[in-house]
């Protein structure tokens, strides 16, 4: 009897070490579907404008192949993007105006050096609204010659009226990446009556880069707008990115189709249970990519069309939600 129970043991040992490899298979190939899904968005974008800018956010883990800070470097990947955006690396982690835990800060910051050491630009957004804290992110940032933005709403639905002039504000003419010293996050308009209303408020900055949504409820800038939300006030000349969320589907968004729900369309997952009317989607699959990218009337076609700098990737690390 005990010979059997032995016998039993060790095969309940090797079926758990053998899940255990499937596991860690399946999560490198989540990994990978993601560096698939973002390279092939920027080969799209490039192959109309090679200067597009290509900046994904969070999921740092991805530059690496096997995703540690210290293994081999994706070179594809790190080819594809211009930059990596990290959110609450100093600020927000946990809670909105706390300081991010130590750990965490210390764990993002070893992938983000070797993202820098390879020639990517760091914008980081924390989200803090005490005056002494937004000062603290920004000079902790800029020690890591990271690029900033404090962010005293999560919403990102406004401009920050402090601190009371921009982070290395200047009149230079910004036409590279590597050129921006500040950027404003203001993806959500909710505070502004029409285009005009917005495009006003934010030509009367000096911030070197805008990330902002292509479309104003519902309605896609234009050409002229985009132009002329290019300019400063002080008569420099900024970068405008358009944010596009890849790892979630979001209801209010054009695309969206009243009869979705889970499952239906296949690739539709779960809600997210912090931001209501966004849902997880099965990013590697191809009706959800043809949204996207890839013809005429997808999503990043839009965006290029309207003659945005750049593209701002959101839900980057929507493998983790899958692994």
């Known amino acids: 009897m ?4 032995i016998f039993f043991c060790i095969l309940v040992c090797i079926s758990a070490c053998k899940n255990g490899d499937e596991k860690n298979s399946n999560a490198q190939n989540y990994r990978q579907e993601m560096r698939n899904f973002v390279q092939s968005i920027s080969s799209y974008a490039k192959t109309f404008d090679p200067n597009f800018i290509v900046i994904p956010q969070n999921g740092q883990e991805l530059i690496t192949k096997d995703g540690e800070s210290n293994g081999l470097i994706d070179p594809a990947y790190l080819k594809a993007i211009d930059g990596i955006g990290r959110e609450d690396l100093f600020y927000g982690y946990d809670y909105d105006d706390v300081a991010t835990p130590t750990g965490e800060t210390d764990y993002m910051v070893e992938y983000l050096n070797v993202a820098k050491a390879n020639g990517k630009q760091i914008l980081v957004a924390d989200y803090c609204s005490t005056h002494s804290k937004m000062d603290d992110s920004y000079a902790k940032n800029q020690l890591k010659g990271y690029i900033s933005f404090a962010a005293n709403h999560r919403e990102l639905d406004n401009i920050p009226d402090f601190p009371l002039t921009v982070i290395n504000e200047n009149n230079s003419v910004i036409n590279n990446l590597s050129k921006v010293e500040n950027f404003l996050y203001l993806i959500n308009p909710t505070y502004y009556t029409n285009k005009t209303d917005f495009i006003n408020a934010v030509t009367a900055t000096n911030y070197d880069l ?24 002080n008569g420099g000349k900024r970068m405008v990115i358009a944010y596009m969320s890849i790892g979630e589907a979001e209801t209010y968004r054009y695309y969206w189709q009243s009869n979705w729900s889970v499952g239906n369309p296949g690739w539709l997952a779960a809600e997210n249970p912090d931001w209501a009317g966004n849902y997880k989607v099965k990013y590697w699959d191809k009706e959800w990519q043809n949204i996207l990218f890839g013809n005429n009337n997808s999503y990043l076609k839009k965006i290029l069309d309207s003659r945005f700098d750049g593209v701002y990737l959101d839900i980057i690390d929507a493998f983790e939600y899958f692994e």
């Open 210 to 233: 805008i990330i902002m949504d292509c479309f104003f409820n519902n309605e896609l800038y234009t050409t002229a707008e985009i132009d002329q939300l290019k300019n400063k006030a």
């Open 2 to 5: 005990k010979t059997y129970l």
